[in-house]
């Protein structure tokens, strides 16, 4: 029984999985949203990602914001399933005091990245033989180019209320940055929901370009000195929480979207409402999730998240105790996911997203 992962499709992939089952030739995008800890549950399958894909000739797109692009910078090394095992692991071994500063926050974030990723590979992320890596980060406006605590929360707090009348609206507060790899542009570029700046990625910009697409307001400070790039970024996932964007416009290709859920939240400002993304823009989505089944069934009932250090404050070895127990269980989900495809059950439990 595949009973604990849930497989989603939209309305054009859907069709294309039940006839076809999943070809991973026929994937063009691979796409990772933010979530903080909630990474943890994913691992599993994506060390089965790279197996399916270790073959590869043809460009993969690859697309995320916060930890969804740190993964992707795993998955563009030379090996990525090493790359995987050290960001889990470090990710997992932060510490932090009763009180951590924004400084604390930014200074664990930036050791997490040097532990897994090595200054010297870098160039040969930019230049993977397919994997062609982008992310994106938020170039700020007005008042939230300043870090002053006063005026960031006043920013927010507006940027959120613009948000319940219309998401549109938010183009007044933030910017898309979309940080790539030199070459061809990514085929999900032209996205204009909101204003849009194009990036080149470079060995001196990326692991700062990288830090930005997850810098959280409030909680970290923002990044200004991005080399060769102008203004003041913050996460990705303010706009860009869980990736409605245009993938593959006119194309008949899939998305690949390993995914903590088995819905698609917008924006960051739409974690409390039941705003739903646009349905041509999940056309070629195939996400891949745990399912209600597997989460009841772990610790606490429910994946980890970035509350999990509220949640277990001064009890830091309570909560690596805890993640680590679900990145060991996460491993069926890799094995149903391996299952599904190499069976061709996944034509059958395929489901609309």
Not at 7 to 30: F, H, M, N, T, W
Request: glycine share 8%.
């Amino acid at each position: 029984m595949l009973d604990n992962i849930s497989i989603l499709a939209g309305s054009k992939a859907l069709g294309i999985i039940k006839d076809e089952g999943l070809d991973p030739a026929r994937v063009k995008v691979l796409a990772g949203a933010s979530g903080s800890a909630k990474f943890l549950v994913l691992t599993g399958i994506d060390r089965v990602l790279m197996a399916l894909f270790k073959n590869r000739i043809d460009p993969l797109y690859l697309i995320g914001t916060s930890i969804g692009a740190f993964r992707m910078a795993a998955f563009c090394q030379k090996d990525p399933v090493a790359a995987i095992d050290i960001l889990e692991q470090e990710y997992i071994a932060q510490t932090y005091s009763l009180k951590p500063t924004k400084q604390d926050l930014t200074r664990e974030t930036q050791r997490i990245l040097n532990a897994y990723i090595d200054d010297t590979q870098i160039e040969s992320i930019l230049h993977h033989p397919f994997m062609r890596i982008s992310f994106l980060s938020n170039k700020c406006r007005g008042i939230l180019k300043s870090d002053r605590q006063w005026l960031e929360w006043l920013g927010i707090t507006m940027a959120a209320g613009v948000n319940l009348i219309n998401r549109n609206w938010l183009g007044y507060f933030f910017e898309r940055a979309l940080f790539c790899s030199p070459g061809t542009p990514p085929p999900f570029s032209a996205m204009d929901q909101f204003p849009i700046h194009l990036f080149n990625l470079t060995p001196s910009n990326f692991k700062k370009a990288l830090i930005s697409s997850g810098s959280i307001p409030i909680i970290m400070e923002g990044v200004c000195d991005i080399d060769g790039v102008q203004g003041h970024f913050r996460d990705g996932g303010i706009l860009d929480y869980h990736l409605d964007i245009p993938f593959l416009p006119g194309d008949d290709s899939l998305v690949l979207f390993p995914h903590f859920y088995e819905k698609i939240t917008p924006g960051w400002f739409d974690k409390s409402l039941n705003r739903k993304p646009l349905d041509r823009n999940m056309d070629n989505v195939v996400l891949v999730a745990p399912s209600d089944k597997f989460v009841a069934s772990l610790p606490m009932g429910k994946i980890p998240d970035r509350k999990d250090f509220y949640t277990f404050k001064g009890k830091d070895k309570d909560r690596q105790d805890y993640w680590r127990t679900i990145v060991k269980r996460n491993k069926q989900l890799g094995d149903e996911f391996s299952e599904a495809i190499q069976s061709g059950q996944i034509r059958k439990i395929t489901k609309p997203l």
